[in-house]
């Protein structure tokens, strides 16, 4: 357990801030770590794939329909500005 030592001062006004939400002060720390509910579970891992998926379901289609239909064999010229290669 890790001990934070704190003035006067400064625990009455983590406990006039927990107060403001009707809590204790305990239950202030763990709303804050939200651990309210229990430890944290930790979530199981995602494929990099299915990240990318899913952050893409939000750009327009004008701006998909814009980007390059050689964008992974050309990804030099694109990122870096290189000449395209020939294919």
Same mark, same amino acid.
């Given at each position: +357990?890790?001990?934070?030592? /704190?003035?006067? %001062? $400064?625990?009455?006004?983590?406990?006039?801030?927990?107060?403001? %939400?009707? /809590?204790? /002060? %305990?239950?202030?720390?763990?709303? /804050?770590?939200?651990?309210?509910?229990? @430890?944290?579970? %930790?979530? @199981?891992?995602?494929?990099?794939?299915?990240?990318?998926?899913?952050? +893409? $379901?939000?750009?327009?289609?004008?701006? +998909?329909?814009? +980007?390059?239909?050689?964008?992974?064999? $050309?990804?030099?010229?694109?990122?870096?500005?290189?000449?395209?290669?020939?294919?």
């Amino acid at each position: +357990m890790t001990v934070i030592e /704190l003035t006067d %001062e $400064q625990a009455a006004a983590l406990r006039a801030k927990a107060a403001a %939400e009707g /809590l204790t /002060l %305990e239950a202030w720390f763990k709303k /804050l770590a939200g651990t309210e509910n229990g @430890p944290v579970a %930790e979530k @199981p891992p995602r494929r990099i794939a299915d990240i990318i998926c899913e952050n +893409m $379901q939000s750009v327009p289609p004008e701006v +998909m329909a814009s +980007m390059p239909k050689d964008g992974a064999s $050309q990804h030099d010229h694109y990122i870096y500005g290189w000449p395209k290669r020939d294919e």
